[in-house]
C-alpha cells in the first residue's frame, strides 16, 4: 500500500519552481564550506509528531486524517512503520528519531511492551537494512503514563525509579540493534510542582544515579553511543531540573557526567527558559558539549510549547553560524521535532511541512557559511575587544596583573572612554545576509 498517494520523490528545483513538492533551496549535494548540505545539516524526522500526532489540543480534540489505522493496535504500529520509511524515502532524509512508546503498543505489563518493541523494530531494522536509512536518536519516554506523575528518576516512589531504569535498558539495547549514534534523555517531569513537599538532593542524586547507570550498561553491552540531554525549564513541571544549557551543564559537572554527556537543544525549549536559540547553542558550544539539535519555532505570543516548524530565517541563520563554529554536529543532527499546525489537516501537509523546515535550514546555512567566510562577526568582536590585545588589557589576559597593579593603573590613568557598539548598524548589516 502507497499511504502518501500521487506524491513522488521530493528533488531540488530552485528558487524559480512552483512545484509544492520541491525543494527551492535544500540542494544535498550542494557543497557548502567543504560538504555537502546533506553532511552539514544531517535531517532527521521525528516519530512521534509524524506519526502519533492528532491535531488535538488542550481545547480540542484531533483533526488530522490519516489513512494508516489497522483492525489492531500492533497492526496500526506496523503500517506506521511502513508510511514513516515512505515518508523519509520521499523527503530523501537519511535519519530518524523515536520515543520508545512512539513505535510500540504498551500492552498490559511491561513484558508485554518489551515484546513488542522486539517485533516492531525488526520491522524497522528491516526497512533500514533495505533503504540505508540511519538512527539518530531514540529515547525512552518517562513522562507520558500515569505512574510517572511525580517523574521517573526523580519520582518519590522507588518503584517507579526502577520501572524507568527497565525502559532505559531497553533503549540502550534497541539502540545497539538499530545501530544508533545516540540516545537522548528529556526529563518531562524530572522536576517538581513545590519545593514544600520535595527532598531536592534526593530527586538530583537519583537521576544522576539513572544516567550514570545507562553509562554502565552501554559500556557493558559493548555499544559506543554519544548519550545527550535535552533541557527545558518547565511544562508541564513548574520547574524541571534540566532547566536550560547552564543548569544542565552544572548538574553534568556536579555528578561527574561532563564526559559522558552532550547536549540535545530545542528552540521552542530555548524560548521557554527566557533565552533565545543561538544563546543556548552557544553556551553548550563554549563548553564544547554542543551534540544535536532539535529544531522548530516557538509562537512565543502563546507562551507554551507550541512545536511549529522552523520557518524563520533570521533565527536559523543565527543557529547555523553556531553549529559552522562547533564544526559541526559531529554524530549529531538536525531533528524537527515539530509538528503540523491543528489546520493542516491533510496528509500531504506532512510533505509539505518538512519541505519548509529543511529549505529553511539550507537558507540558514547559505547565510551563515558567507558571515563566517566573510568574517563578519569575527571583525565585528576583534574590533570590540581590541582593548585586550595590547597594552594593560594584554597583560590582565596573560595572567600578569593583581588588584594592586591594577589600582596603580588606574589611578594613573585619567578618565575613560567608551567607544559606541553601533548595535543598529551590525543588525542591519546581519539582515544583508540573509539570502
Not at 19 to 48: D, S
Not at 138 to 154: C, M, V, Y
Amino acid at each position: 500500500m502507497k499511504y502518501f498517494s500521487n506524491i513522488e520523490k521530493v528533488s531540488f528545483e530552485g528558487k524559480g519552481t512552483k512545484n509544492r513538492f520541491a525543494f527551492r533551496h535544500y540542494n544535498p549535494n550542494e557543497v557548502i564550506m567543504g560538504k555537502t548540505m546533506e553532511e552539514q545539516l544531517r535531517f532527521a524526522v521525528a516519530y512521534w509528531h509524524t506519526m502519533n500526532g492528532t491535531g488535538s489540543d488542550p481545547f480540542g480534540d484531533g483533526t488530522y486524517i490519516r489513512n494508516w489505522n489497522g483492525r489492531t493496535h500492533m497492526e496500526t504500529a506496523k503500517n506506521k512503520v511502513n508510511a514513516f520509511f515512505e515518508l523519509l524515502e520521499i523527503l530523501n532524509v537519511k535519519y530518524f528519531t523515536f520515543h520508545d512508546i512512539d513505535i510500540a503498543p504498551q500492552g498490559e505489563s511491561l513484558k508485554e511492551f518489551m515484546d513488542n518493541i522486539d517485533e516492531i523494530t525488526d520491522l524497522i531494522k528491516e526497512k533500514m537494512d533495505k533503504t540505508g536509512i540511519k538512527l539518530l536518536w531514540n529515547t525512552q519516554n518517562l513522562f507520558t503514563h500515569p505512574r510517572f506523575i511525580n517523574g521517573a528518576a526523580t519520582s518519590n516512589n522507588a518503584d517507579v525509579f526502577a520501572y524507568a531504569a527497565a525502559q532505559v535498558k531497553k533503549t540502550i539495547e534497541v539502540s545497539k540493534k538499530l545501530n544508533g549514534e545516540n540516545i537522548v534523555f528529556w526529563g518531562g517531569r524530572e522536576g517538581y510542582e513545590s519545593l514544600l513537599n520535595t527532598d531536592l538532593n534526593l530527586e538530583l542524586d537519583n537521576m544522576a544515579r539513572l544516567l550514570k547507570m545507562a553509562v554502565d550498561y552501554a559500556k557493558k553491552i559493548g555499544h559506543k553511543v554519544q548519550f545527550l540531554i535535552e533541557p527545558k525549564p518547565k511544562e508541564p513541571m513548574t520547574h524541571q531540573y534540566d532547566h536550560d544549557a547552564a543548569t544542565t551543564i552544572a548538574f553534568l559537572y556536579k555528578y561527574n557526567l561532563i564526559n559522558d554527556f552532550k547536549l540535545n537543544l530545542e528552540g521552542n525549549h530555548a524560548t521557554l527558559a527566557g533565552h533565545t536559540f543561538e544563546h543556548e547553542l552557544r553556551t553548550a558550544r563554549s563548553y564544547g558539549l554542543l551534540g544535536s539539535i532539535d529544531a522548530n519555532h516557538a509562537e512565543t505570543i502563546l507562551g507554551w510549547d507550541t512545536d511549529e516548524f522552523p520557518t524563520n530565517i533570521y533565527d536559523t541563520t543565527l543557529a547555523m553560524y553556531e553549529i559552522l563554529e562547533n564544526n559541526g554536529l559531529q554524530k549529531g543532527g538536525i531533528n524537527f521535532d515539530a509538528k503540523v499546525r491543528r489546520t493542516s489537516t491533510s496528509m500531504e501537509d506532512l510533505v509539505l511541512a518538512h519541505i519548509a523546515g529543511m529549505d529553511t535550514y539550507a537558507r540558514g546555512l547559505k547565510s551563515a557559511a558567507k558571515m563566517k567566510e566573510e568574517k563578519f562577526f569575527d571583525s565585528i568582536i576583534q574590533e570590540r575587544y581590541a582593548s585586550y590585545k595590547e597594552g594593560i588589557g594584554a597583560s590582565i589576559v596573560s595572567d600578569n596583573e593583581n588588584l594592586e597593579t591594577l589600582t596603580d593603573y588606574a589611578m594613573k590613568n585619567g578618565e575613560i572612554e567608551n567607544k559606541s557598539n553601533h548595535l543598529e548598524y551590525i543588525k542591519s548589516m546581519l539582515n544583508d545576509y540573509l539570502v
